[in-house]
């Protein structure tokens, strides 16, 4: 079992920055691959960034590829989403997740999630 907390999230203009972390605890971090996904109102879960548990494999979705980057700690563990150049379409609930292999980049391959974060973006 994995317990994934969010947090960072928060109101900011457009053009700023945030960024979020997920503290895990549980079962050993460092063997998870992570992911940070998120969910507008009326929309479905999207994919926004993964990485591998050795953090050699990392994915971005196209919508944030240059402006947001993910990295992990594993001796803290914790995963990151910096989030720079922010526009009024990033605004959802942001949720981190775990699963086992690789850098999955659909939800299905994720067997724990935190709560979310919200991030509202102010045109």
């Known amino acids: 079992q994995v317990q994934l907390v969010e947090s960072g999230g928060g109101l900011v203009q457009a053009g700023g920055s945030l960024r979020l972390s997920c503290a895990a605890s549980?079962?050993?971090?460092?063997?998870?691959?992570m992911g940070w996904f998120r969910q507008a109102p009326g929309k479905e879960r999207e994919f926004v960034a993964s990485i591998s548990w050795n953090g050699r494999m990392i994915f971005y979705a196209d919508s944030v590829k240059g402006r947001f980057t993910i990295s992990r700690d594993n001796a803290k563990n914790t995963v990151y989403l910096r989030m720079n150049s922010l526009k009024p379409e990033d605004t959802a609930v942001y949720y981190c997740?775990?699963?086992?292999?690789?850098?999955?980049?659909?939800?299905?391959?994720?067997?724990?999630w935190g709560q979310g974060t919200q991030v509202t973006v102010s045109s």
């Open positions: 997740a775990a699963g086992l292999d690789g850098a999955p980049t659909y939800y299905s391959d994720y067997t724990y």
């Open positions: 549980g079962r050993t971090f460092s063997s998870f691959a």
